[in-house]
């Protein structure tokens, strides 16, 4: 029994999606918990065994890891918690205890680079993330986070810029090189090490795609894919606090976002070499081939 939380989000749906069609052979049951099983299509929901509710809630991950063998955990995004520790440690607790109390062998979370880097302390949701880490890895459950940089996908964020105005933007020095993954191959790391539990104890995987680009490389990229300019625009730390203060998100998670970003402008995702265990397969190139394109062009 496989259990997969966040299973209608970004990576989460992915997982499912790859675990629908490959956990069959495998043996494998799958169980998801969800706040709203409505956003489940009706062929899912007839493949899965479904708990309604919060992943954060007690009452509900006891009754979901209840016969697991493996799950796959994220902790969702929480616009208004009243700090980076409620919504990533805090948020996790009670799930961490009943890992123990259920004989749940093996955890796989998604997580982030930076442990063992200067800025690991002070670099917001990394930091927070590496914490819920210590947390997951301390009950002894054989855990494995993916140590993700950022993602191509946040960029469909941004499609009525790039489509209107030919400009994306970012707070990160224009030439400065950083790994990047997909949202897809993230996913299938996770669903690899949920149906090949041979492995113990705890540790990270990488996620680091297959190159390092700057933004102006990923500007001549996606001009090149889409057959029109599109520019880099670097905004400051500052605008970017604006925009998520104007959007309602909290003042300790709007903190934590520009104390990410100044991380990741300061290196903190070059900390691990990438090797053919650590790179993932999906190029800039062919994720906006496959993905931008067909949204820019909607």
Known sequence: MIVITAPTGQIGGRVLGILLNEAPEHGEELRVIVRDPGKLSDAVRARVDVVTGSHGDAEVVDRAFAGADAVFWLAPPHPRAPSLDAAYSGFTRAAAKAFTVHGVGHVVGVSALGRGTPAA?????????LAMDDLIAGTGVAYRALAC??????????????????????????????PTATTGDIAAAAAGLLLDRSWTGTGEVPVLGPEDLSANDMAHIMSEVLGRPIRY???????????????????????????????????????????????????????CEEVLKPAVQA
Request: proline share 3%; hydrophobic share 35%; no cysteine.
């Open 233 to 287: 625009q670097r905004q400051s730390l500052e605008d970017l606090r604006a925009a998520f203060t104007g959007r309602g998100v909290g003042d300790a998670i709007v903190q934590g976002y520009v104390d990410m970003m100044r991380s990741k402008d300061d290196g903190i995702d070059e900390g691990v070499r990438r090797t053919p265990e650590t790179a993932s397969p999906t190029t800039f190139r062919q994720w």
């Open 149 to 178: 940089p950022s993602f191509m996908d946040n960029l469909l964020r941004q499609v009525a810029s790039i489509r209107d105005d030919g400009v994306f933007t970012d707070t990160a020095a224009a030439d400065r090189t950083a």
């Open 121 to 129: 302390g002070r670099a917001g949701h990394v930091t927070a993330s």
